[in-house]
């Protein structure tokens, strides 16, 4: 039977592939891939970041990617004017914070807290015949637990950081009934991961020793929700283009509160913005993401982050509260260059204060989604920003891309046949 697979004869078992320099790695993927001089040049270029850094941030690293960063203006935050790094490759979120924080700077900008900085780790306990004996058993070592968990880190302890508060449940499964441990640990300005990570592993024999059941997994859970972030503001009735924007503002966050199917585009622009600070500072996004859906949807059904109500004198108030499990220490934070120098940028001084800001930008996205969907769509701003990407495409290049992205504006056609049809007459008048 004849395969068609281009690459059929070729094999994807490289040996040594993790020992060879990233120069080396190329040369195998592009005699694999049959890769164009253009392309391999392309993956050859260096990013700001040196290559050695990359090889030793991930394995097998070949290349890196940019990422545009815009400056979110206009953001302030608990009083203090703040410029916000935004790492993003789609068009129109950085100008829809921009826009946003504007029409709610003179009433005061983004008021924020947060509930505090403490990780959850788990520790999954099964083959226990007696769960709730062994529940209890658990819970009555804790001051044992808790000099455990802070030998691990003193560092952290030294820092004010360390073991909270244990809890443990036990989880109805397929499998049987599931004991599970949980440690909640204050890391301060370290995302934690890997610190609550090593007490859970340090932690896990002991409990099999007490209960006698058998230990599996030892790992944080994504959902923080000892880590809220929270942010409010106001955007006067006036400011905003009047009640009809403010009542269409309101239904659709109604119709996102309502229904999974909107909540989950709704969301989605939120973490276009808190992504894009996430990224931007080199914490890690999924984190963050997993950690934000998964609370959307804590009371059993998927619904909006954010919460947006009229007060009493006819204003727009808006408010968002989510886990924001980020850190100035750890991770790619403190080893890549362009993360330090974006948390210089945005100036902050804690992983607390960091995560606020990222809330305030969440909710500021989120207004401008809102008010676009309610009053002109999200094409007529998206397209415009997006015309410049699809003149680009088309081969535009200096100051023929914002040329042709007029043309296609003007012509309400941003489509990429278009766009080739339009560089080649533009070029034609030069
Ligand atoms: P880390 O272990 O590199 O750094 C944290 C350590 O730094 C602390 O344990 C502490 O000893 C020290 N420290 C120094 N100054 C500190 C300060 N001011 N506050 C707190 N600690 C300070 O990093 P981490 O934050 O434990 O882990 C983050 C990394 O783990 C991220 O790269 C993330 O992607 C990754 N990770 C994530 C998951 C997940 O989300 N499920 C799982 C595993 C790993």
Not at 110 to 139: C, H, K, Y
Not at 279 to 286: F, H, K, Q, V
Not at 373 to 402: C, F, K, P, R, Y
């Amino acid at each position: 039977m004849s395969n068609t697979l281009p690459n059929a004869t070729r094999s994807a078992r490289i040996s040594g592939f993790h020992k060879m320099s990233p120069k080396q790695r190329r040369a195998e993927v592009e005699s694999f891939a049959g890769l164009d001089a253009s392309a391999a040049e392309q993956l050859a270029k260096p990013g700001n970041i040196d290559p050695h850094l990359a090889d030793h941030m991930i394995e097998n690293a070949i290349s890196t990617i940019s990422i545009p960063i815009g400056i979110a203006t206009n953001v302030k935050v608990d009083g203090r004017d703040v410029l916000v790094p935004m790492a993003t490759e789609e068009s129109s979120v950085v100008a829809a914070v921009c826009n946003s924080a504007r029409q709610c700077y003179d009433a005061g900008g983004f008021i924020t807290s947060m509930s505090g900085t403490e990780m959850i780790a788990q520790v999954q306990l099964v083959a226990v015949s007696d769960p709730e004996n062994a529940r209890l058993r658990i819970l009555e070592r804790k001051a044992e637990i808790a000099a455990l968990c802070d030998s691990c880190d003193p560092m952290l302890v030294k820092l004010g950081g360390g073991f909270r508060n244990l809890e443990v449940r036990i989880v109805d499964s397929r499998g049987g009934p599931m004991v599970v441990t949980h440690i909640i640990v204050d890391t301060r300005d370290a995302m934690g991961a890997n610190a609550v990570n090593t007490m859970a592993e340090r932690l896990a024999p002991g409990i099999e020793q007490w209960t006698g059941g058998k230990v599996y997994l030892r790992i944080l859970s994504n959902l923080a929700d000892r880590r809220l972030a929270r942010a409010r503001a106001v955007w006067p009735v006036a400011a905003i283009g009047g009640e009809a924007v403010r009542d269409g503002m309101i239904a659709a966050y109604h119709f996102a509160e309502a229904d999974p199917y909107r909540a989950s585009t709704h969301n989605k622009g939120i973490m276009n913005g808190i992504s894009a600070v996430v990224l931007a500072t080199g914490n890690d996004t999924r984190a963050v993401e997993a950690g934000a859906h998964t609370y959307a949807a804590r009371k059993g059904r998927y619904t909006s982050l954010t919460h947006w109500e009229a007060d009493k004198e006819g204003n727009l108030v808006g408010s968002i509260e989510l886990p924001l499990a980020v850190g100035l220490i750890g991770g790619a934070t403190k080893v890549h260059p362009t993360a330090q120098a974006c948390l210089k940028v945005i100036g902050v001084s804690s992983a607390e204060e960091l995560a606020r800001i990222i809330a305030a930008v969440g909710l500021a996205q989120n207004f401008g989604a809102m008010k676009a969907l309610a009053t002109v769509g999200i094409q007529q701003g998206h397209m415009s920003l997006h015309a410049n990407n699809v003149a680009i495409a088309a081969g535009a290049v200096g100051d023929e891309v914002s040329a042709l992205a007029r043309i296609l504006v003007e012509k309400k056609q941003v489509r990429q046949d278009v766009a080739v049809e339009e560089l080649a007459k533009l070029r034609g008048q030069g």
